[in-house]
């Protein structure tokens, strides 16, 4: 584009339209973290033990890769609002039943309905963001993902508050699903519609598409890894109390949401392939301060930059995937969605099968050399976009 259709398409867009393309990312950042102060309390009710839930946990998963490829083709042949209104619905509704009940098969059921709902947001959401983003003619992008990370800590806080005060699960989980549906109404005028159009609903990522997956997988493996195993990794390698162990996923998560709310202005001034390609070295680098240098506060500062270093990178590609040629928008996204998700599904446990067999510290290294491999790619695959 022209600098003159930069500014003609920065006139084209509506603060109602950025606004309700915030409220998505803040609606699927808070039904995802939602969940998390639950799980206990379905444990228990349900006597399930930790192999079990872990079982009952993949349906999560499976709910999730099954709506995220054929979102965007559904949104097109009943339109976005449509879609988006039955994923918050499924969502709800989904959080009301594991709030109460204690049946495995209800909560399987839940749970695959949580996976596709939000899953099903998770894509369109996205593919709402690169079209305002187009037609705005800035990079916006990683300002909307930063409202995903505000709304999985806001989510989490807000729930376990709820729960603390005194209110059972499924009050707390009323007040949730009352706040999602108001977000989502305040949403809906600024949705985009989608076109219906003719061929496949899904179609396997190809040529750029398939890159920018790839490199979507092992940014989302790595924040997978942060998630599930620094906490451990505090505990067992460098002896912090069970207490404090979460210190170095919230480090991760407070360098990563502020990263992204000024990811916009950085992405502007250092441009996109400088994000991907000094965010992927200062990602791996961290990985090996928390790995090689001794001591939990060097630890702390290297997931403090591991959230630092990923905050833009994802953002970015879903920008770039976007911007390629070689499928169309509407699958494009999805497959990126669905390639990255599967980062933080399968990542975490085959971290855990590598430091069986070798240690946790050799796992961490793994992902450290895969960064590298995303910032020596980054930019021959995914900014052939422009």
């Not at 584009?1 to 339209?17: G, I, K, L, P, Y």
């Not at 593919?127 to 800035?138: L, M, N, S």
């Not at 990563?256 to 916009?264: E, F, K, P, Q, S």
Request: include cysteine; charged fraction near 10%; proline fraction near 4%.
């Amino acid at each position: 584009m022209t600098t003159q259709d930069f500014e003609n398409a920065a006139r084209t867009v509506s603060t109602v339209e950025i606004r309700s393309t915030r409220l998505l990312f803040l609606i699927v950042g808070f039904g995802v973290a939602a969940w998390a102060p639950l799980v206990p309390f379905v444990a228990a009710r349900a006597g399930l033990d930790a192999a079990n839930l872990g079982g009952l946990l993949l349906c999560l998963g499976i709910g999730s890769l099954a709506a995220m490829p054929v979102a965007g083709a559904l949104a097109g042949r009943w339109g976005a609002r449509t879609v988006l209104a039955a994923c918050v619905a499924a969502v709800c509704a989904a959080l009301a039943a594991l709030s109460a009940s204690g049946s495995i098969p209800v909560l399987a059921l839940a749970l695959f309905g949580l996976g596709a709902g939000l899953g099903g947001l998770d894509c369109l959401m996205n593919i709402q963001a690169v079209a305002v983003e187009r037609q705005a003619g800035r990079p916006m992008m990683s300002g909307f993902h930063g409202l995903y990370s505000l709304g999985c800590i806001v989510g989490a806080a807000g729930v376990s508050a709820l729960l603390g005060l005194g209110l059972t699960p499924p009050t707390a989980t009323l007040c949730v699903a009352a706040g999602i549906v108001a977000a989502f109404a305040g949403a809906l005028p600024g949705l985009l519609s989608a076109e219906a159009r003719g061929g496949p609903a899904f179609a396997i990522p190809r040529g750029p598409v398939l890159g920018i997956g790839l490199l979507c997988f092992v940014v989302f493996l790595t924040e997978g890894a942060a998630l599930d195993w620094s906490a451990v990794f505090l505990a067992r390698e460098r002896g912090v109390e069970l207490s404090r162990a979460g210190l170095g996923y919230a480090a991760f998560s407070l360098t990563m949401t502020v990263g992204r709310l000024a990811g916009d202005a950085l992405v502007r001034r250092v441009g996109r392939v400088r994000i991907v390609g000094f965010g992927a070295l200062m990602a791996a680098a961290a990985l090996g301060i928390v790995v090689l240098v001794p001591g939990w506060g060097a630890a702390l500062l290297g997931y403090a930059l591991v959230g630092a270093g990923c905050a833009n990178i994802v953002p970015v590609l879903f920008t770039a995937a976007a911007r390629q040629g070689a499928m169309p928008e509407r699958l494009a996204i999805p497959a990126v969605t669905t390639l990255g998700y599967a980062g933080v599904l399968t990542g975490p446990a085959a971290i855990g099968f590598v430091a069986h067999a070798t240690s946790l510290d050799t796992a961490f290294l793994v992902i450290a050399l895969m960064l590298l491999g995303v910032a020596a790619c980054g930019r021959r695959i995914a900014f052939r976009t422009g």
